[in-house]
């Protein structure tokens, strides 16, 4: 459903990502992890359009998209929630989830995404900037699934987040592969999120993927070791 082959990305002479290949299976959930500066946020963005690559293929199923504009890959069935949600504080819920709807035919937000994200009904008139992190997360990733994607992307998606959601949050990622049939990417720091969701998980570090397991019978301490400081 998404492949990345070859792909180099960097910020002017400095190069982040040097060669990079996986790929994601479809209804697969894939958790990328590293410490922080080791290329996650910059892979996102590479993915997304917003950095630009320098060379390399990104692949959503059959289709390159590397050289596509960011609303390009959006229509090509790619959603991205970004590191710090990035979501509309002065809008109302209901208005920022419309924002993904752009891409789409639709008018109305779809009744499965408040099924998802019942909170997200209760507070649908409600401005954006006066829900709590772990709310403004649910609304990030409702307006990333507007776009009917066919990949959802996330970085660091539990930054700022208490336990009890982030719990909550593994479970919602599992309905969302499960009932809508996504691939999903998530860039995250905590193993047991991690654990919680993924059926594989990669670890980068300098901006190579230096370990690959699938979560079951995975190595959680050598994992661990990479994530420490």
């Known amino acids: 459903m998404l492949a990345i082959e070859n ?17 994601l299976r479809p209804g697969e959930i894939v958790a990328i992890m590293g410490r922080n500066g080791m290329g996650k ?3 996102m963005k590479s993915l997304m359009g917003v950095v630009p690559s320098s060379s390399g293929v ?10 596509m504009e960011s ?9 991205y929630v970004p590191q710090g949600r990035m979501i509309f504080s002065s809008m109302t819920v ?4 419309e924002t993904g709807l752009t891409v789409t035919d639709e008018r109305t937000v779809p009744d499965h995404i408040y099924e998802l994200f019942p909170v997200l009904l209760e507070m649908k008139s409600r401005r954006g900037g006066n829900l709590s992190g772990g709310q403004q ?19 660091e998606p539990t930054e700022g987040i208490q336990p009890s959601i982030i719990k909550e949050m593994a479970r919602t990622l599992c309905r969302i592969r499960d009932e809508m049939g996504l691939s999903i990417l998530v860039s995250e720091q905590v193993l047991s999120f991690a654990l919680d969701m993924a059926d594989r998980v990669l670890v980068i570090e300098k901006g190579e993927i230096v370990h690959e397991s699938p979560r079951a019978g995975i190595d959680e301490a050598r994992v661990a070791g990479f994530l420490s400081v």
Do not use: C, W
């Open 71 to 79: 609303y390009q890959r959006v229509a090509a069935g790619l959603a």
């Open 41 to 43: 946020t910059t892979l």
């Open 94 to 97: 209901k208005e920022n989830i």
């Open 7 to 23: 792909l180099h990305v960097g910020y002017g002479q400095s190069e982040v990502i040097h060669g990079m290949n996986f790929a």
């Open 137 to 155: 997360q649910q609304l990030a990733i409702a307006r990333a699934l507007a776009s009917k994607p066919k990949v959802l992307l996330l970085d």
């Open 58 to 67: 990104i692949r959503i199923g059959e289709k390159p998209v590397e050289k």
